[in-house]
C-alpha cells in the first residue's frame, strides 16, 4: 500500500505570493490533517478534512486554508506569504477522524523557504 | 487542547543501551489517548507507541515501552538495546476531547555506535 505522498517536497517563494501543496492520503483513509513544523514552534495543527468538510480547525491566521476532494485527497494554501511561514508542512492520514483514533500517518513533508 | 511538556530537548546513547525520554502533560479529563512518534532525519513520522488513559497496564512495542503515571500525568519513553536506527527525533502527544493532537516540543535522540 503506497504511504501519503506530499508535493511538492521543496519549494522557495518570495514574500507576499501564495503556495498551493498537496497530499494524497493512503488508499482508503479518509481524514487529511495537515501540521506545521518549526524549530521554534514544533508541530502545530493547522486543520483537519474529513469527507470533503473542515472538522476541526487550529489557531492559524485566515491566510492559511485547504480544501479535500472527493477522492480524499486535500490541499493547503497559504495567501500572502510572509517569512514566519518558512516551515515543514506535514501532511497525516488516517482511516477516520484523526481525532478518534490518534493514529496518524505521516508524509515526508512540504519544505516551504520564504525569502 | 492540552499542554505536552518534553523537557529533554536532546538525548544520546550508547548502541545497546537503554535510554528514557520524559513527558508531562496537562489535562482535566478523565479519558484521553497518549502517544509517542518518532520522526527520522528526512524521513516520516510514525507512531510508535500508543497508550489509552483509562488502561492501567503500560504499553509495549517490541523494544519500545512506556511509564505511565496517570497521577503525576507522565508518560515516558524506554527504548531498550538502542539500535542506530534510533536515532531520530521523538515527541510525545496527547489526544483532547477536542479532537486535537496535541505535540511535545520533542526530544532529538542519538544513537552512538
Known amino acids: 500500500k503506497a504511504g501519503v505522498t506530499q508535493t511538492p517536497r521543496y519549494l522557495i517563494k518570495t514574500r507576499g505570493q501564495q503556495v498551493t501543496l498537496s497530499c494524497s492520503p493512503i488508499s482508503g483513509h479518509r481524514s487529511v490533517s495537515w501540521y506545521q513544523q518549526t524549530p521554534g514552534q514544533g508541530l502545530q495543527f493547522l486543520f483537519e478534512y474529513f469527507s470533503e468538510t473542515q472538522r476541526n480547525k487550529g489557531n492559524f491566521p485566515g491566510r492559511f486554508s485547504g480544501r479535500q476532494f472527493s477522492n480524499s485527497r486535500s490541499e493547503m494554501n497559504v495567501s500572502t506569504l510572509e517569512l514566519g511561514d518558512s516551515a515543514l508542512y506535514l501532511c497525516?492520514?488516517?482511516?477516520?477522524?484523526?481525532?478518534?483514533?490518534?493514529?496518524?500517518?505521516f508524509g515526508e513533508g512540504s519544505r516551504l523557504t520564504v525569502l | 487542547a492540552q499542554t505536552v511538556t518534553q523537557s529533554q530537548p536532546e538525548m544520546s546513547v550508547q548502541e545497546a543501551e537503554t535510554v528514557t525520554l520524559s513527558c508531562t502533560y496537562d489535562?482535566?479529563?478523565?479519558?484521553?489517548?497518549l502517544f509517542w512518534y518518532k520522526q527520522p532525519p528526512s524521513r516520516q513520522m510514525i507512531l510508535v507507541i500508543r497508550?489509552?488513559?483509562?488502561?492501567?497496564q503500560n504499553a509495549t512495542e517490541n523494544r519500545f515501552s512506556v511509564n505511565f503515571q496517570k497521577a503525576a500525568k507522565s508518560f515516558s519513553l524506554k527504548i531498550s538495546d538502542s539500535q542506530l536506527g534510533d536515532t531520530a527525533m521523538y515527541f510525545c502527544a496527547s489526544l483532547s476531547n477536542d479532537y486535537k493532537l496535541s505535540f511535545g516540543a520533542g526530544t532529538t535522540v542519538t544513537v552512538r555506535a
Open positions: 497508550q489509552e488513559a483509562y488502561k492501567q
Open positions: 497525516a492520514s488516517s482511516l477516520g477522524l484523526a481525532g478518534v483514533s490518534g493514529e496518524l500517518f
Open positions: 489535562t482535566s479529563e478523565s479519558n484521553y489517548y
